[in-house]
């Protein structure tokens, strides 16, 4: 397998404009994770799903931001509209439940740069 | 609720010592422990888990992580350090009752000095 793919690896945008990031969670995983990483917060979850549903978005910031896993094979992490301090790192990650003490696997992470 | 304290932010080491990343954990029930590195501009690796087999756990590169609940710590260490080891460490808790969420420590960052 080739881990969990996380596109695009950089993206720039401009304040207001709506960004999307994707992600593709390792076949077979049924948890999906959202991760944030900024200097001064540190990574942060922001929603995670469980065969497809949400189940925890209590980490999301506000309403601008949504996320979706319309199938087991991909999600999406969408910024409408998009600010300055949206700027950030954003992790993908995703596991498998059925195992004890599994752990998570990351994708490379989408370095976001709001201007 | 789970939480994770990783209690140095910063650790410094000359090349060939030892290495200790201190973290101390919060759950109310039995939990997952694992620790991430992260080079710069890198995604998270898992370096080792705990698994409720072994309190002694050991890694990848030659760390090992000792599971204490009566001191509910989980410290990372290494004999001897090696320059490609300077990484940032994170140390991770997570339990199925919580639906399998990764709660992550704050990260501690590992200088090796040649």
């Known amino acids: 397998d080739a881990g969990v793919i996380q596109s695009p690896r950089h993206e720039v945008t401009e304040m207001g404009q709506e960004v999307t990031l994707r992600c593709k969670p390792i076949?077979?995983?049924?948890?999906l994770f959202w991760y944030r990483q900024t200097m001064m917060r540190g990574l942060e979850l922001l929603i995670y799903f469980n065969n497809n549903v949400p189940i925890d978005d209590s980490g999301m910031p506000e309403d601008r931001f949504s996320a979706k896993m319309p199938n087991a094979s991909f999600s999406t992490l969408k910024i409408q509209p998009s600010e300055p301090r949206d700027s950030a790192v954003y992790f993908c990650a995703s596991s498998f439940s059925r195992a004890m003490n599994t752990e998570a696997f990351f994708g490379q992470g989408t370095r976001l740069t709001v201007v | 609720a789970q939480s994770v304290t990783q209690l140095d932010s910063h650790v410094s080491v000359s090349e060939g010592t030892p290495v200790l990343l201190r973290c101390n954990y919060s759950?109310?029930?039995?939990?997952?422990l694992f620790w991430y590195v992260q080079h710069p501009n890198k995604g998270l690796q898992l370096l080792l888990k705990y698994t409720s087999a072994a309190t002694l756990v050991k890694g990848i590169n030659g760390f090992e992580a000792e599971f204490k609940k009566s001191e509910t710590s989980f410290h990372l260490t290494k004999p001897s350090a090696h320059m490609s080891d300077a990484a940032e460490y994170f140390c991770?808790?997570?339990?199925?009752?919580?639906?399998?969420?990764?709660?992550f420590g704050a990260g501690t960052i590992l200088r090796v000095k040649s």
């Open positions: 759950s109310s029930y039995s939990p997952s």
């Open positions: 076949s077979g995983h049924d948890y």
């Open positions: 991770v808790v997570s339990d199925l009752r919580y639906g399998n969420k990764l709660v």
